[in-house]
Structure formats: C-alpha cells, structure tokens
C-alpha cells in the first residue's frame, strides 16, 4: 500500500494536535507540526526515497521522525499515533477547528465537562453548563452556537499538490491498463486550481466494465461504487472522492471538455451552439443527429469558431470572447523561466548551503538566482543582521567570480514592521541586487491601516518584490483586507515586482488578483520561494497560477536575461 508525502503530513498533524490536548511540550509539537508543513510539500515521494538516513538528512527531521516515516512507510500506521488516539478520542480532535476553541480550551471541556466531542459540546450548552467552565464567556458560546449549527464537514478541499500526490499513481495506473488508450485527470484539478474538490476522471477505452474490475484492485482506493458500465465513483484513502467515467474515442474530446468545466465555461460554450441550431454535450457537438465534433477538444472549439482555450483559462472570465477574436494571450511556460528571485539558504531558515542551492538552480536549467534569506526580526528563524548580510554578500560575490554562465543576485527578504518600516536599515540594504519586502505578522489590521503600511513599505528606495502579496495561507488564512488596486499602483509606478509565490500552500497571489494586476500594468516575479533545491521544483506552481491570471512571458521579470533583470533592479 503507497503510503504519500499528504499521509505522513497528517499523521504528523494529527499527533501534534492530540498532544497539544495533552498538554504536551509545545517545542515537541512544534517539531511535530513543522514535519508536517516539510513533509506536505516535500518535492519528491518519500516513500521512493531510500530510507532513515535519507530522511534525516531533510532539515526540519530529526532521527525520531525519521524512524517514524519509515515505520509509517513499511507498516502504514505509527504505534505512537495509535496510543495517542486511545487517550485521545478522534472526535475530540475536531473540536479544534471550532471557533476560539484551542487545545487549552478543549482540554478544560474534557476535564470539567466530560465533553469529547460536538454533540457533547451541543448538549453541554443547551444544559447551560459551557458558562460554568473558567475562561468560557457568554461571547464564545454564542460563537460555538452558530458554528455548530452550520454543521457538515468543513468544506473539504485538498491543496492541489496534496491532491496531486493521488492523482498522478491513478492516472499511471488507468493508463497501464490493456485495452485503455487515454486517461486524462479533467475538472478543477485540471484547470490548474489551487484546491481541488474532487477527481474527475476520463478513461478512454472500448470496455468500461474490464476498466472498472481492475481499478477495485487499485491499493489507494478505499472503497468503489460501479453504476453500470461507464462511471464509477470512489474514494481515495486520503478522503479524496473520485469519479471515473469510461468514454469512447468519437467522445472524448467532448467529454474532456465537458468534464474539465468550469461549469460556467461550460454553459457559455453550450449557448454559443444552442446559437448556432446545435447541441452541446458531453457526447459531442450535433446538428440533429449529425456529429460535427467531439473527438478532440480542439474539434469541439473550432467547430464553435474558437481557438483552443487552455484549460486554466476556462473559468468564463472573458476567455471565451477573446477565442472567437483570435486574441487569447500566449501564457508563460516553464521554458520561458530563466531565473528566480526568492530562494533561502541555511543562512537562515533553508536547509541547503548556497553552492547546494546554485547548483539546484543549475540542474533546473535557471541562468540566475537571488538569494533572499531572511533578515532577521521577531518571529523569524535565524534572521541575518546587517553583518551576517555582510558576509554572505561577500561569498556570493566570491562565487560569482568562480561561476560561467550563471549570475547570483545578492538579496534579502526582509519584514514589512506593522508601521511600513523595515526591518533592517536601507544602509544594509544598498549593496543588494534584490530586496524582496513581506508581511509576516498583524494580519488582522483593518484594510485602510493594511494599506498604508504597505505602500510605506514600498517606499522604501531598495524595495524591489512585493512577495506572497496577499498574505493567504491556503485553508487556513484569508488574504488580509486592503486595497491591493493601490498597491498594484504603487508597485507599477515604482517599477518593482508583484511575487506569484510558488509554495504549494501558498500560491501568492491568487488568480483573479494576478489578472487584475496584470490589467494595471503590473510586473510579475513568478517564485519558488524554495527552502531548499528540491523545492525549486515549486516554480511550477507560480507559473500554473500565473497562467491561471493570465500571464504572458512578457509579463514577468524573471523571464527576461539576467542583463535587463540586473538593469530593471537597479533603476
Ligand atoms: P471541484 O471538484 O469542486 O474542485 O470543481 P470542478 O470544476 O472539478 O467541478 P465538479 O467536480 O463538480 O464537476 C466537474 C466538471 O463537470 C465541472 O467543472 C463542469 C462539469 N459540470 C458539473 N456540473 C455541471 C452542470 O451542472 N452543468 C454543466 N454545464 N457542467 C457541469
Ligand atoms: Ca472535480
Ligand atoms: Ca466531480
């Protein structure tokens, strides 16, 4: 049984949050949960990897976690989650994610009240007792009254890269099958969206019910439903629900279409033929009984009097117009990427040396790389000062010297202060190529402070990237309010860069902001944000959500040779 990199992330979070009811030691459930967030974008599977000594050579593992991946690996279960879950129901556990209930919090409801789970919590205020418990007021539980009564699962979208993880071994799979001449992963995963609800799967073969037998046999899947001979529906083991539909070959380029939305794309195209005396379905394009196309999705839209759409664009954001003009923008690809300004090394919170992480750079084929550690400030693990700033921009220069062919900017990321102030002095900052400026705290001010804090920032004569712009962590954090119409502004006319951040839980900025940047004027530098050479690899995702705003070569710097991009920072 495959055990991935998305499993072993949530064993490891789920141990930090039962022991964080516990009462655990909190630098032990810190280790747990930074594991966790390593280990869930952790580019390559670690089950393919060749064991303990490989993992702990991962920074963020110790030999303990290590141990525990490879005992995860070989048996599928850790006897230390197990042991904790027999002190700790599992149901307990979700009382986490209930508004203002933390594990402090959770551990009293347990204590005082008995109360492991959300009908106790229910029966517990409707018998008025959540008051008698210290610290819960009459505010939280009003709070916890509306939460409950929302009810259902949380929405229950997967990261695409978690859902990433499932869907390539399925997709290799369906396709080694005899008898199966395309398999094709269609709906939001397709379009590139940054979560994913569920798998919408197209297979193209002759016979359905011979696909169908052999997919129960697919060790991911935990359970399968087969309704007759064209679709069944499953569930992976990770949670991830999947439909898999059987499609002939005169169909499937209309199924493909149909299957990868959005569905409002959908009905647009469909009202274009109903425009034309047609029908549209997921079967193909008719004229009465005739079949006009449905082969290939490139039929189907040039039938329609479009040019091809790639599927990132097909959210109905205008795209459909702009086909039938001939005027859909060439979106950037990997090979227009030359370079990356947004990598960490060991200086401060990445796990590989500067030569490690050039030489990544090399292997992917960049010509340039900034290094942008961060600076030191509260919060921030192993900031640089000014002096240790110092000294690595000596090494670079020194390594440069030594390079053929391939340029290190010197960088930095630094914190943009609650005031618009940064966190290191301009004095430290005037001998770097690259300043990449950040919010990493006060995300809660309100729009207008948000704002000004960061137009001050950008102020600043060294800023040159605005980095993971919106502040979102995907699930967990909303984009902090403010007016990014004037930001956009600001970083046009100050002739800097917006940061499409390639972190899988990142994805920064989102897609409807890249494409209202874009229509402003804005500049892109498209990142990896990489912690380590491997995660070089997290480009594509930048690249995917850029393509999803509508992004061009043009439109990012870090397209460009490493001569303009050196003249472009210096202005
Ligand atoms: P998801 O799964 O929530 O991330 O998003 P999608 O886009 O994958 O949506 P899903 O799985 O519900 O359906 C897959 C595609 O099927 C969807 O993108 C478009 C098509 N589709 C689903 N429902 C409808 C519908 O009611 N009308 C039309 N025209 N197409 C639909
Ligand atoms: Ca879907
Ligand atoms: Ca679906």
Redesign the pocket.
């Known amino acids: 049984m495959g055990i991935h990199n998305s499993d072993v992330a949530d064993a490891f979070d789920e141990i930090a949050d039962l022991l964080s009811i516990e009462g655990e030691n909190p630098f032990r459930i810190r280790a747990y949960r930074r594991a966790a967030r390593i280990v869930r974008s952790f580019p390559r599977e670690l089950a393919e990897m060749r064991g303990a000594s490989e993992f702990e050579a991962i920074p963020g593992i110790g030999a303990d976690l290590a141990k525990k991946i490879v005992e995860l690996i070989d048996t599928g279960r850790l006897k230390a989650l197990d042991a904790l879950r027999r002190r700790v129901p599992p149901q307990t556990r979700e009382l986490l994610g209930l508004p203002g209930l933390g594990p402090v919090r959770v551990r009293a409801l347990m204590s005082e009240l008995k109360v492991e789970n959300r009908q106790d919590l229910e029966r517990a205020i409707a018998a008025g007792r959540l008051t008698t418990v210290h610290g819960f007021g009459a505010g939280i539980q009003s709070r916890l009254e509306a939460a409950l009564a929302r009810r259902g699962a949380p929405e229950g979208?997967l990261q695409l890269s978690v859902a990433a993880q499932y869907a390539k071994p399925l997709r290799e799979y369906l396709a080694s099958l005899s008898g199966v001449s395309r398999v094709e992963i269609?709906?939001?995963?397709r379009?590139g969206?940054d979560?994913?609800?569920?798998l919408?799967v197209l297979v193209c073969a002759a016979r359905g019910a011979k696909v169908f037998e052999s997919l129960r046999r697919y060790a991911d899947l935990r359970e399968i439903s087969a309704s007759g001979t064209t679709k069944a529906s499953g569930v992976l083991r990770n949670g991830l629900q999947v439909?898999v539909r059987v499609v002939p070959r005169r169909s499937f380029g209309a199924a493909l279409h149909?299957?990868?939305?959005?569905?409002d794309h959908?009905?647009h195209t469909?009202r274009l033929a109903q425009e034309k005396g047609w029908k549209l379905s997921e079967y193909g394009l008719f004229e009465g009984e005739r079949q006009l196309a449905g082969a290939t999705e490139e039929g189907v839209y040039r039938a329609l009097g479009l040019t091809f759409i790639p599927p990132e664009l097909r959210e109905d954001r205008g795209e459909i117009e702009a086909a039938a003009r001939n005027a859909l923008p060439e979106l950037i690809e990997r090979a227009d990427i030359k370079g990356d300004l947004h990598v960490h090394t060991d200086a401060s919170d990445g796990t590989d040396s500067l030569e490690r992480m050039v030489a990544a750079a090399q292997a992917q084929k960049l010509s340039y790389v900034a290094i942008t550690d961060h600076a030191k400030h509260l919060g921030i693990v192993h900031g640089l000062d000014a002096e240790r700033l110092a000294r690595q921009a000596d090494a670079i220069d020194a390594l440069n010297e030594r390079l053929r062919g391939f340029t290190i900017f010197k960088g930095v990321e630094v914190d943009i202060l609650e005031d618009g102030k940064l966190a290191l002095a301009d004095a430290a900052l005037e001998r770097l190529d690259v300043v990449v400026v950040a919010v990493h705290d006060h995300f809660n001010l309100s729009a207008s402070r948000q704002t000004r804090r960061i137009l001050r920032a950008l102020e600043r004569p060294r800023a040159s990237v605005l980095a993971h712009p919106s502040g979102r962590l995907i699930g967990e954090r909303e984009p902090y309010a403010c007016d990014f119409a004037k930001i956009f502004d600001a970083v046009r006319e100050r002739g800097g860069c917006l940061e499409v951040n390639g972190q899988p839980s990142r994805l920064d900025l989102t897609d409807s902001l890249i494409k209202a940047a874009l229509e402003r004027g804005v500049r892109l530098s498209l990142a990896s944000d990489a912690h380590s050479g491997d995660q070089l690899a997290h480009l594509e995702g930048a690249i995917r959500q850029a393509r999803r705003g509508w992004a061009t070569r043009r439109d990012a710097l870090n397209t460009r040779p490493v001569s303009e991009v050196r003249s472009v920072l210096r202005q």
């Not at 269609?186 to 995963?189: D, F, K, N, V, W």
């Not at 149909?258 to 569905?263: I, N």
């Open positions: 979208r269609a709906g939001s995963y379009r969206r979560t994913v609800g569920d919408d439909d149909y299957f990868t939305g959005s569905k959908n009905l469909r």
